[in-house]
């Protein structure tokens, strides 16, 4: 899944892109890299991010998923936390919901029920704008674990079908160092659910820790393909990242010595 981000302050690549014709090159791009999902986004969840407007949620996502639409044949993913915003990106192309708060939003279980697209659920301990000021769990794994079990139950008791379902540990969403770690050794623990897994730890801030030399999240390209590494031996079906051709090279030469 390559990111295609069109908020200004995103960690990693705020305001590079301005417009749906550079979001449309940018998915381009990384279709050509080998990227199988693109995933549109329109509102940063990055660690201290402020809320965005409906309006200009939707102003900034609805012309570009029309512009990759009409350049590229890729499924595409919109990440958002708004049932409204997942509403018109699917009418406008979206396949899957990518949603950080796991349907938790008013309406936002029937909507995905209604809408009939894939969804992933991911866990976020707190929001956004705090979530990383001071994450406590008494064992992350099982809680994490629990946390999705119930809301995929809830989707699949609201009307969303088990086979549309992926979940996501949401990993630097409430969430040290150490968490995060534990999250990704034990991923067959998640995977165990029944439920293909996601993993989105590209140029996050937990390389930032084990590499204080990596301040900038350009420089987090050797953690990066890592933890994909990683997370793909540990289950996980699909990774989000910025650099696609890096971690579909590193991931096929993976699959080789394994084959």
């Known amino acids: 899944m390559g990111v295609v981000n069109l908020t200004p302050d995103s960690f990693s690549d705020g305001g590079a892109l301005t ?5 449309a090159a940018r998915a381009e791009a990384l279709v050509a890299a080998g990227a199988d999902w693109l995933d549109v986004g329109g509102e940063s969840t990055r660690p201290g991010a402020a809320p965005v407007d409906e309006a200009e949620e939707l102003a900034r996502i609805i012309p570009a998923i029309a512009a990759i639409r009409a350049r590229c044949g890729e499924p595409i993913s919109i990440d958002t ?13 979206a396949r ?6 796991a349907l938790r939003a008013p309406g936002a279980l ?27 769990y008494n ?9 999705l079990a119930e809301r995929a139950a809830a989707a ?5 079908a088990p086979n549309r379902i992926w979940l996501d540990p949401g990993i ?14 034990n991923l067959p623990r998640l995977t165990a659910l029944g439920f293909p897994v996601l993993v989105g730890a590209s140029r996050k801030g937990m390389i930032r820790k084990l ?19 990683a997370a793909a031996r540990g289950g996980a079906a699909m990774v989000r990242v910025h650099d696609v051709r890096e971690t579909v090279q590193a991931l096929a030469v993976e699959s080789a010595l394994h084959a």
């Not at 409204?84 to 192309?93: C, D, I, P």
């Open 19 to 23: 417009g749906p014709e550079a979001a």
């Open 81 to 93: 936390m708004k049932p409204a915003v997942a509403r018109a990106a699917v009418a406008a192309g």
């Open 96 to 101: 899957l919901w990518n949603d950080v708060s």
């Open 110 to 136: 029937e909507t995905a029920a209604e809408l009939g697209c894939e969804v992933v659920l991911m866990h976020m301990q707190g929001e956004p704008a705090t979530m990383q000021d001071d994450p406590r």
């Open 139 to 147: 064992d992350v794994v099982a809680e994490v674990a629990a946390f």
């Open 156 to 160: 699949i008791a609201a009307g969303v």
């Open 172 to 185: 630097g969403f409430g969430k040290s160092l150490e968490h995060n770690l534990e999250l990704i050794r």
């Open 211 to 229: 590499d204080p030399s990596a301040a900038s999240a350009s420089d987090r390209l050797g953690g990066s393909v890592a933890l994909a590494l």
